[in-house]
């Protein structure tokens, strides 16, 4: 089955500076690779998404990137803010499949 | 956008008790809905995929007699605690998946004194 590994599990970053997630997943079959963001006591909450035939997407300051021949996937966080610090998961699946999520990483934005 | 829901977002039992959590899409039919536990400071992991009129399939390590899982209509999974035990404390939450996106519950927190 799936297994996906994400790292680092913790990033500090300070106002106005990048973060970047990894993630890497195994099964060549799966072709859905979403990220969360999670707060405490919530549901995951879906910031971006890209699906194997799109190496690269962007949404104002989130953007992710796929490499399906190293079968890696990462995600960039510009501008960072103190509202962006929270706990952000990397899942990977093929359609209508159960999504298996990485350990996730604990984001926290100093100002 | 769909959209799916829990009940009951919280509950405390004693020990040995059962306690039955309900995940119902609101708006579409999900054939298959799946059942994850999250317990604090870690990831969401798979315990389950529940199938509408046939029998779930349990990951490694879940056990089927525990945690029972009912998927009687196209809208509603249920997940029962069996005797349940403090180590069974935990955040429950499902997904269905719709248009080739999951959309998840809002989650379930069980807390077993």
């Known amino acids: 089955g799936e297994n996906v590994e994400q790292h680092p599990s913790t990033l500090s970053v300070q106002e106005g500076d990048s973060a970047v997630i990894k993630c890497t997943y195994s099964?060549?079959?799966?072709?859905?690779f979403p990220w969360y963001k999670q707060e405490l006591g919530k549901r995951p909450q879906l910031i971006i998404d890209?699906?194997?035939?799109?190496g690269e997407k962007k949404d104002q300051r989130i953007a992710v990137t796929l490499n399906k021949t190293a079968k890696h996937f990462s995600l960039h966080i510009t501008e960072t803010q103190p509202e962006d610090s929270a706990v952000y998961f990397c899942a990977a699946n093929q359609a209508g499949t159960a999504l298996i999520f990485g350990k996730g990483t604990t984001l926290s934005v100093s100002s | 956008g769909a959209v799916v829901s829990q009940h009951p977002s919280w509950v405390i039992c004693k020990s040995g008790t059962s306690v039955k959590i309900e995940c119902r899409s609101l708006?579409?039919?999900?054939?298959?809905m799946f059942w994850y536990r999250q317990f604090p400071k870690q990831s969401l992991m798979l315990m389950a995929t529940s199938n509408e009129g046939s029998k779930a399939t349990y990951e490694q390590g879940v056990e089927k007699d525990k945690f029972l899982i009912n998927h009687a209509s196209l809208t509603l999974s249920t997940l029962t605690v069996t005797s349940a035990h403090p180590e069974d404390s935990s955040f429950y939450i499902c997904?269905?998946?719709?248009?080739?996106?999951?959309?998840f519950g809002p989650g379930t927190r069980l807390t077993v004194l």
């Open positions: 708006d579409f039919q999900a054939t298959t």
């Open positions: 997904s269905a998946p719709f248009r080739n996106e999951q959309f």
């Open positions: 099964d060549s079959a799966s072709n859905y």
């Open positions: 890209i699906r194997s035939n799109v």
